[in-house]
């Protein structure tokens, strides 16, 4: 059974260019979540996704930051005019459904640097 | 409200038992538990609910301190296996699914 896949693995793009980041969660997990890792920051929120509709984007750090989930599987997380503090690595989660008692399983994430 | 792990750091040798805590300001309703080894993702440990429920995959056991709003993991016997770095994450009654995870602990073990 395949795992939470992302891609690329990794990226190196200029300051001010935009970004895709792709997430292909465990077949049958409706919810998926996204993350950003800096070094010694731990797990920061991003967005998270119920089926396609995304019901908390608390976490987006700003309106560059957006992302869709189309077909209840595949989400993009796209960063227009990256700046240098976006790079990090960018962790996609999914579960069976989104709830208290339902474990996150995590892809090997994008790491992503800015320059 | 993001938990306070500690302590940062630990280091072991082989067969020695560790600790690690998880605490909140806030009531808390889940407490949930994830390894990550250098450079791979995040590996889920265990899910700890309020009325104590627990729900896990390894031979790890935890505790969850409703009053006292924390957690606590207990890594007996340590093997090499269990270095890394371990998260908590927390969630508050009546709040979103998303678990607010801590900065994590980095456990090193020696041989």
């Known amino acids: 059974g395949a795992g939470v896949s992302q891609s690329p693995s990794n990226k190196v793009t200029e300051k001010g260019k935009d970004v895709e980041l792709r997430c292909d969660p465990i077949?049958?997990?409706?919810?998926l979540y996204w993350y950003r890792q800096s070094l010694g920051q731990g797990l920061e929120f991003l967005i998270y996704?119920?089926?396609?509709?995304?019901?908390?984007k608390s976490g987006l750090p700003s309106d560059r930051f957006s992302a869709e989930r189309t077909g209840g599987s595949v989400s993009t997380l796209t960063i227009q005019r990256t700046q240098q503090e976006d790079s990090a690595v960018y962790l996609c989660?999914?579960?069976?459904?989104?709830?208290?008692?339902?474990?996150?399983?995590f892809g090997p994430g994008t790491r992503l640097t800015v320059t | 409200q993001q938990p306070v792990q500690s302590p940062q750091a630990v280091i072991l040798r082989e067969g020695e038992d560790a600790v690690i805590n998880c605490s909140s300001s806030?009531?808390?309703?889940?407490v949930h538990w994830y390894r990550q080894k250098h450079g791979e993702a995040p590996v889920f440990l265990m899910i700890?609910?309020?009325?104590?429920e627990q729900k896990g995959h390894e031979k790890i056991s935890a505790s969850f301190n409703e009053k006292k709003q924390q957690s606590s993991l207990y890594l007996t016997a340590s093997q090499l296996s269990y270095s890394g770095t371990y998260f908590c994450?927390?969630?508050?009654?009546?709040?979103?699914?998303?678990?607010?995870f801590g900065r994590g602990t980095s456990l090193i073990v020696h041989p």
């Open positions: 077949s049958g997990h409706t919810a």
């Open positions: 989660a999914s579960s069976l459904l989104a709830g208290v008692s339902y474990e996150q399983y």
């Open positions: 700890l609910l309020k009325g104590g």
């Open positions: 996704f119920q089926g396609n509709s995304a019901p908390d």
């Open positions: 806030k009531a808390l309703y889940s």
């Open positions: 994450g927390t969630e508050e009654p009546g709040g979103s699914y998303i678990p607010t």
